[in-house]
T-cell receptor, first 112, second 113 residues
C-alpha cells in the first residue's frame, strides 16, 4: 500500500511569490490534514478535510493560505503571496476511520 | 490555549536500558493521546494510542501510561537499541469529530551502543 506522498520535497521561493504544495493521501482515506512546523516549534495543525469538505480550518494563519481537495482525492495548499514567516516544513496526513494519522515526508518551504 | 511539554529536548541512554520520555499538558482535556516517532527528513510515524479511560498500553518493547489527574503521559522503550534513536512526539486529540492533533515539541532520543 502506497503511503502519503507530498510534492515537492523542497521549494525555495522569493517573498511575494506563489507556491502550491500537493498531497496525495492513502487511497480510501476520507480524512486529510495539513500541518506545519516552523523552525524550533512544534508541529501545528492547519486544517482538516473530510472528503472534499473542509471540516476545520481554524489553524490556517491568514487568507494568504488556500487549501483545496479536488473530488476528495489529492489536496493542494497554496500560499499567495508568500512571506518570510511562512518558511517551514508542511506535512500532510491522512486517516481512515481510526484515530491514527499517516504522515507524508513533508515539503520544506523556504521563503527568501 | 493548550500547552504540551515534553520533558527534555534530548535524552541520551545506554543500549539495553529503558528510555522514559515524559509528556505533560495543561489547559486541555484530551480524549486520547498518541506517540509518534520522527526520523530526520521524514514525517512522523504513529506508534501507540491511549485513550483517556486507559491507564496503560503496550506494544512489543513500548509502553505508554496516561494519567489524566496529573495530565501526564510516560512513554517507555525497554531494552533500547541504537535503531530506536529518533525524535519522539506526543500528540493530543479530542473526539469532536475533527481529530486534529496538538503536538509537543518532541524529545530527541539517542541510544548509545
Amino acid at each position: 500500500e502506497a503511503g502519503v506522498t507530498q510534492f515537492p520535497s523542497h521549494s525555495v521561493i522569493e517573498k511575494g511569490q506563489t507556491v502550491t504544495l500537493r498531497c496525495d493521501p492513502i487511497s480510501g482515506h476520507d480524512n486529510l490534514y495539513w500541518y506545519r512546523r516552523v523552525m524550533g516549534k512544534e508541529i501545528k495543525f492547519l486544517l482538516h478535510f473530510v472528503k472534499e469538505s473542509k471540516q476545520d480550518e481554524s489553524g490556517m494563519p491568514n487568507n494568504r493560505f488556500l487549501a483545496e481537495r479536488t473530488g476528495g482525492t489529492y489536496s493542494t495548499l497554496k500560499v499567495q503571496p508568500a512571506e518570510l514567516e511562512d518558511s517551514g516544513v508542511y506535512f500532510c496526513a491522512s486517516s481512515g476511520t481510526a484515530y491514527e494519522q499517516y504522515f507524508g515526508p513533508g515539503t520544506r518551504l523556504t521563503v527568501t | 490555549s493548550q500547552k504540551i511539554e515534553q520533558n527534555s529536548e534530548a535524552l541520551n541512554i545506554q543500549e539495553g536500558k529503558t528510555a522514559t520520555l515524559t509528556c505533560n499538558y495543561t489547559n486541555y482535556s484530551p480524549a486520547y493521546l498518541q506517540w509518534y516517532r520522527q526520523d530526520p527528513g521524514r514525517g512522523p510515524v504513529f506508534l501507540l494510542l491511549i485513550r483517556e479511560n486507559e491507564k496503560e498500553k503496550r506494544k512489543e518493547r513500548l509502553k505508554v501510561t496516561f494519567d489524566t489527574t496529573l495530565k501526564q503521559s510516560l512513554f517507555h522503550i525497554t531494552a533500547s537499541q541504537p535503531a530506536d534513536s529518533a525524535t519522539y512526539l506526543c500528540a493530543l486529540g479530542d473526539q469532536t469529530g475533527a481529530n486534529n492533533l496538538f503536538f509537543g515539541t518532541g524529545t530527541r532520543l539517542t541510544v548509545i551502543p
